[in-house]
């Protein structure tokens, strides 16, 4: 069991609606005083690499707000991942609204710290350019990275606009030129959707990311692409990225670039649970715009999402704490 001080407020005891917005009503712990924290929460208020339509910084103050909803004891296992391990909500990363090159920066150098207190970190964002400098912190750490990508576009982009290398279409290009992601153990599940040419299929065909368009994903089904997903990262350290947007519209009408005919939330729900056992080493969950869905469903089913990832992360935990 863990300490209370780390336990999660229950809609039991202070009703839902009430108290300060934390992710999943766990404690808030700044980072400085976070001795102990297995799993930290954080927020990435920020999209300075957002092309057409912004809002992505809002994202982790709506997801909070929503992550109320979430209660302690997943219905399946009948376990609680705040019983597993000691997590908290680490606050909000610093940002430069207005700089981009300086954004990633900070980011990085606080993801540096976070780690150095061997904290795995589960990220809100935020557009999809903020995973580049939390990977960049992470494979210090780690060395290369294998990644399990949910999303509708592949990120792969080399540059916008003339010859901009950082947007939130092009983190993944430069994680791999970084050396800082093994393409050869990155899997990109839910493509779909009109693009501008083939130019990021072609860079990630290239590089030898497993590339799975919507319509294999139908094919195959959720078990098959899962085990494929699986045995791309196999046992390595491992990332896993869920841009909100991978949802059909239907369910996340709140993100910058929306694509029709993509997973129902049931179906996302389903494959993050087969990431059990996997070596997962950080993750986050991104994308969310809270201008184009101020109802906040859009927000209530990206923190669920979170919530999924969570509990595969505390299993682990309390797996390796347990020496089994």
């Known amino acids: ?11 039991m005891d202070v009703p839902r609606f009430a108290g300060i917005a934390t992710f999943m009503r766990l404690p808030h712990v700044m980072l400085d005083e976070a001795e102990g924290v297995d799993i930290g929460l954080i927020g990435i208020p920020w999209d300075g690499g957002t092309t057409n339509r912004p809002g992505p910084r809002h994202g982790p103050r709506q997801m909070r707000d929503q992550s109320s909803m979430i209660r302690r004891v997943h219905h399946l296992t009948g376990k609680s991942p705040f019983d597993q391990a000691r997590i908290a909500d680490l606050g909000d990363c610093p940002v430069n609204p207005i700089d981009v090159i300086d954004a990633l920066a900070r980011i990085e150098q606080h993801y540096h710290k976070l780690l150095d207190k061997n904290i795995i970190p589960l990220s809100a964002g935020g557009d999809h350019l903020c995973s580049l ?14 990644m399990i990508h949910f999303d509708a576009h592949s990120d792969l982009w080399d540059n916008y606009f003339g010859g901009f290398k950082f947007t ?18 990155v899997v990109q599940i839910g493509l779909r959707g009109s693009v501008y040419d083939m130019e990021d299929r072609e860079f990630g065909e290239k590089q030898g990311v497993r590339m799975i368009n919507i319509e294999e994903f139908h094919r195959l089904g959720i078990e098959e692409t899962m085990a494929i997903a699986r045995s791309i990262v196999d046992d390595q350290k491992t990332y896993v990225s869920f ?27 389903y494959m993050l649970r087969k990431l059990h056992g996997l070596n997962i080493v950080g ?27 969570l509990c595969v992360m505390a299993e682990n935990i309390e797996t390796a704490q347990s020496g089994k």
Do not use: Q, W
């Open 168 to 185: 939130h279409g092009t983190p993944f290009a430069r994680a791999i030129e970084e050396k800082i992601l093994d393409p050869g153990r």
């Open 133 to 146: 400098p939390v990977l960049r912190a992470l494979a210090k750490k780690h060395g290369p990275l294998g």
């Open 243 to 269: 841009d909100i947007d991978c949802l059909d519209p239907a369910f996340a009408p709140g993100t910058g670039t929306p694509e029709i005919g993509g997973f129902t939330n049931r179906e996302a729900l």
């Open 1 to 11: 069991m863990t300490e209370d001080k780390f336990d999660a407020v229950s809609g």
């Open 283 to 309: 993750a986050d969950v991104v994308e969310v715009s809270p201008p184009f869905d101020p109802s906040g469903y859009t927000a209530l089913n990206a923190v669920t999402m979170m919530f999924e990832i």
